[in-house]
């Protein structure tokens, strides 16, 4: 989708010498390395874009060279977009409250702002996006930046990727890429191929999630690294690959499904796999609103939820602004812990205050099996026994696979929502029975969602 783009070949030559790995990379200079252009957001991930290598162009004469590109009528009024028709279909419907704006990601940020000059004396080059989005007054469109700040197209398809993390692995599995993969941290496990072709020395282990091997990556001669934006030693790897002049990708924090969603695509168009990830999201999408739909005709209960990573006594939580908080505010239910932000470790006594009518334990520390479970049930504390959750036998366990599935912001989290449906809304979803503990066999537990595993895209 980006032919004008010239899309430069790095050649990476690795020099052992005496105790020490010099990593020499030929290629333009950095500030080079990404390329200026304009996006056209039609919304829910239909968007085109188009690279210059003019950064002084304005915005409505590289739209209009985009709309000749993709075969897109574009109706002018001055300055400013009327209508679009795209594949005889157009934007916006009648009677729709959307209306084209022009939106600016500057340079420092991550969040589209509009535009309130005139579209035609701007420079493209003085920002880090540029983007005509079919929006709502509240609406925005999708991020055209990664989580550093740095705009993800223009970068040809990609044919050598590194994975710094687990969720980033899944991810770029479920875009149709798995077969590109050439280096993984230490944790990536899924799908099984991953951990088979690991095992088999064609895909290297780079290094542990905390503490990834720059020196490894750069002998793989990768033409994308994708890492976790929340992760310091990730952003220094990116960093570094970066200024060699490899492209990079930095995953915002899986906060919620709407973020997991737009990594996904993120990840796609970064790669050039983006028809894939496309279809990767409608499918979670539809899963969702199936599972959605069912709550809705459904008799529901709203439960008090606690989701914890371990049965200490003062555990590390998931409170507000976590992809587990939605899931659970998902369920129709409240997680206890909403106010605080992120995952948290709490006060014991707060386990027993905020008194919730379920716990989930995330963790592989116990296994799921019987005998494991309930020396888990005997060993807890007073404030857990002190709880309803407790009184009523609504203490959970998601240990093996099951903890992956649980605690990856990824593309299984349609997977993940459906088994929390399954636990905390019983009654509605009874066709299934739960246990208390689930590991390596969760998929016997999810009807709805069984095939989203996105395990076979090899």
Partial sequence: ???????????????????????????????????????????????????????????????????????????????????????????????SDKKWTLFVTNEGSLDWTKYDGNPGNMHIGDYSAVCWGLCSDEQTPTRGVDATGVCYYGHGQSTRVVSLAPSCTETICASGAGSIIVGVDEFSNYPSRIREDVEAGKI?????????????????????????????????????????????????????????????YMVGAAMNYQLKSIQTITQIQDALDTLEGIIESGSVHSSDVMMSLSTSKSPWVAGGNTYASDVIDFTQCKNIYQPEKGWVMVNSETVASRDPDYIIVVTSDISATESDYNNMIDSLSAEWRNTEAFEKGNIYLLSGAGEDLASRPSTRIAQFTELMCRILQPSVFSDIEIPHYIGDNYRDYVYYTKELGFDDVF
């Fill in 1 to 95: 989708m980006d032919k004008t783009v010239l899309i430069k070949v790095v050649a990476t030559v690795v020099l052992v010498l005496t105790g020490g790995i010099l990593a020499v990379i030929a290629t333009p200079s950095p500030s080079n390395t990404y390329t200026k252009g304009i996006l056209m957001d039609f919304g829910d991930y239909d968007i085109e874009y188009l690279g210059v290598d003019d950064g002084s162009r304005n915005a409505v004469d590289t739209l209009k060279d985009l709309a000749d590109y993709y075969s897109i009528s574009v109706t002018w009024e001055g300055n400013n977009i009327v209508s679009a028709v795209k594949e005889d279909v157009t934007y916006p419907a009648v009677g």
């Fill in 204 to 264: 290297v282990s780079i290094g542990g999630y905390t503490n990834p091997s720059y020196e490894s990556i750069a002998k793989l001669y990768p033409d994308m690294v994708i890492g976790v934006g929340d992760q310091s030693v990730h952003l220094s790897v990116i960093e570094k690959m970066r200024a060699h002049g490899v492209y990079c990708l930095a995953m915002f924090n899986g906060d919620s499904i709407e973020t997991i969603m737009d990594n996904t």
